[in-house]
């Protein structure tokens, strides 16, 4: 008997797109049923168009409905998928260039710092209310979240609601097969143990058939430095660079080189949590982050060139173009895989975000972090973690502390709570400034907030 897919915010072309290629490769002829919602007319029909394109095209038997009103296709839903963005790209510019006029700057402004923070405030009242739906529809589902802030919004669905929220993102299993390709060594080898928040993982226990290849990692970046030499590309997007990228993360390699562990899943995002040693922005090895450094209009317009893209793919009287059934990297990989592994209580390990549960023992137990987590049709099962540095679990409750302060925030329509979650970075100290950026911020997305009043 097939089960039911609803994929809330299928506006979100590019996973979507990804998630059928995979579902018709693992589930083509079990008669699943995929339902795509999007508030978003133009966002949904574009979807919609494309999915049916795509199913077509392989003759598949996934039975496809969509609808602007997530309602309408919750019903008999055995999994839940969120990918939203309350306010699509427009509302993540406000996130990031109001806080530059603040002396502000991020690279990506979706995770933390004042941008992260703003996401927060318009993002958990919106998946609240998802939550709500899902719980009264079709409560026996797994709700896997996709959307950013990963932290803050399961912590503040959990914490509000108590349904068991798992947020999913590919960082870890995408940076542990990469260096496993960057030392020549098969990726299905490898494993690893990793603790933290969303985009901000230490990958501290690394191993080929069960030996430790820390030592052999560094080597191959040793030898690989001497080789690049100057010709080292810094603050690139990921896909404009070769397999070399890991060098190109020089922040990250300074923590690996501090604490013997990687973190996850990069310097776009890691720099964010270290945001106190780049005043502005600067001094990131000559440039400024979000500007010259893993720009942000950069990648603003990526995603926009991208829809329009699949816009007109979508609104062609012309078959798909040659590759579009290639695999596809991103976000989607593993959702599959972990359905797969839940069906056939499997209990494979996958990196998830969860609430701690005592699962690691010097956090907090209920932050919700990204850690090893076994996928069975009991439900989601956290390894026990007993051996994760005292160092770096107090890096992860520093930003955890602050992820809860501006959950509580957002719950509550707290602008003071607003105000001290950006302090609390310290990234920028003066108080009377975060006030008026969050006043600012408020204002300037007010139709997407109601609880602050």
């Known amino acids: 008997m097939g089960k039911k897919i609803v994929l809330i915010g299928a506006g979100s072309v590019m996973f979507m797109q990804g998630l059928v290629i995979d579902m018709m490769k693992q589930y083509n002829g079990g008669g699943w049923k995929l339902a795509l919602v999007d508030i978003d007319p133009k966002a949904l029909d574009i979807a919609a168009k494309l999915c049916r394109k795509m199913l077509t095209a392989k003759n598949s038997d996934i039975e496809l409905s969509y609808s602007t009103d997530r309602c309408d296709v919750l019903p008999g839903a055995d999994y839940v998928v969120t990918t939203i963005g309350v306010g699509g790209r427009r509302a993540w510019e406000q996130d990031v260039y109001i806080p530059r006029k603040y002396g502000v700057y991020q690279p990506v402004g ?22 709500e739906d899902v719980q009264r529809l079709c409560p026996d589902a797994c709700l896997f979240n996709y959307a950013n802030p990963m932290t803050m919004i ?18 870890v299993f995408g940076k542990e097969a990469h260096m496993a390709l960057l030392m020549g060594l098969e990726p299905e080898k490898v494993s690893s143990l990793a603790v933290g928040l969303n985009h901000l993982t230490f990958i501290y226990d690394y191993r080929y058939e069960g030996k430790d290849i820390w030592p052999l990692f560094r080597q191959k970046v040793e030898e690989m430095k001497k080789e690049i030499g100057s010709t080292l590309v810094i603050g690139k997007e990921y896909m404009e660079l070769d397999s ?30 270290y945001a106190e040693r780049y005043p502005e922005g600067k001094g990131y090895y ?13 990648t603003i317009e990526s995603g926009d060139r991208e829809f329009e893209r699949m816009e007109r793919i979508a609104n062609s009287c012309d078959e798909l173009p040659d590759g579009f059934f290639e695999h596809i990297h991103g976000e989607h990989e593993q959702l599959m895989e972990i359905i797969y592994s839940i069906e056939h209580d499997q209990r494979k390990i996958f990196y998830m975000n969860v609430s701690n549960n005592n699962a690691v023992y010097n956090l907090p137990d209920y932050t919700v972090l ?64 975060v006030v008026k950026m969050v006043d600012e911020l408020i204002e300037a997305q007010k139709g997407y907030l109601p609880q602050f009043k």
């Open 286 to 298: 000559g440039k400024q982050l979000g500007v010259d450094a893993f720009s942000f209009e950069g």
């Open 154 to 171: 399961c912590r503040a669905v959990r914490k509000k609601t108590g349904f068991p929220i798992v947020g999913l993102c590919h960082g």
């Open 244 to 273: 070399r990228i890991v060098l190109n993360e020089p922040l990250c390699f300074e923590l690996f080189d501090a604490y013997n562990a990687f973190p996850v899943p990069g310097d776009r995002h890691i720099t964010e949590y």
């Open 110 to 131: 979706d995770s933390v710092m004042a941008g992260g923070i703003s996401r927060a405030m318009r993002m958990i009242p919106a998946m609240l209310d998802i939550t």
């Open 370 to 433: 990204e850690m090893p987590v076994a996928a069975s049709a009991r439900g989601m099962m956290p390894l026990q973690i007993n051996n994760f540095p005292d160092v770096l679990a107090g890096i992860v409750a520093k930003h955890a502390a602050i992820a809860e302060t501006a959950v509580e925030a957002a719950l509550n329509g707290d602008r003071r709570l607003f105000a001290e979650a950006v302090l609390m970075g310290g990234y920028i100290t003066d108080r009377d400034a």
